[in-house]
């Protein structure tokens, strides 16, 4: 899992949308914060999956 935690990617990325939403970016500087939003999305993926398996994982021992 990525150093960075769930809560600072998220906000990175909400900063990334805001500023590709705003406009006024030339081609080469809206890839590179689009190439870094796709980066910190894949962030907040491993840290909700991870976080899906310890649910799942505590369910089953619950139900046992």
């Given at each position: 899992m990525s150093?960075?935690?769930?809560?600072?990617?998220r906000d990175e990325l909400a900063k990334?949308?805001?500023t590709l939403e705003s406009g006024g970016l030339g081609l080469e500087?809206?890839?590179k914060l689009w190439e870094r939003?796709?980066?910190l999305a894949n962030i907040c993926?491993?840290?909700?999956?991870?976080a899906r398996a310890k649910l799942e994982?505590?369910?089953q021992v619950a139900d046992e």
């Open positions: 150093k960075m935690s769930y809560e600072a990617a990334v949308v805001s500087e809206s890839l939003g796709e980066e993926q491993e840290w909700l999956d991870g994982a505590a369910k």
